[in-house]
């Protein structure tokens, strides 16, 4: 099993900035990849962006490339993700996720939310029109 744990959400105006943290603990595998998701009222959870957690490779959506910057600190098991010039439309729930080991893509920059089998509690990101 593993455990993820979001915080650093809040109420931001346009064009400013937040850090959301993830926590990462429990059976986690070598080189895996750790990915951001958002799901907004009435829409679809989508792809923000992943972390192989081994060489620290990364892999944005268009639409916060640019913007948001993804990251992971080894020592503190926990990944970020710097969101600057927010803008109304990245209000939503943001979510962080892990594969399951088990699966041949787990330590790859799986995209789709259906790769992922661990997630955390969402943090809620609110920026006003």
């Known amino acids: 099993q593993v455990q993820l744990v979001e915080s650093g959400g809040g109420l931001v105006q346009a064009g400013g900035s937040l850090r959301l943290s993830c926590a990462v603990s429990g059976r986690t595998f070598s080189g895996y990849a750790v990915g951001w998701f958002r799901q907004a009222p009435g829409k679809e959870r989508e792809f923000v962006a992943v972390?192989?957690?081994?060489?620290?490779?990364?892999y944005y959506a268009d639409s916060v490339k640019g913007r948001f910057t993804i990251s992971r600190d080894n020592a503190k098991n926990t990944v970020y993700l710097q969101m600057n010039s927010l803008e109304p439309e990245d209000t939503a729930v943001y979510y962080c996720?892990?594969?399951?080991?088990?699966?041949?893509?787990?330590?790859?920059?799986?995209?789709?939310?259906?790769?992922?089998?661990?997630w955390g509690q969402g943090t809620q990101v609110t920026v006003p029109s």
């Open positions: 972390i192989r957690w081994s060489g620290g490779n990364t």
């Open positions: 996720a892990a594969p399951d080991g088990t699966t041949w893509w787990y330590a790859t920059l799986p995209q789709q939310a259906g790769q992922y089998m661990y």
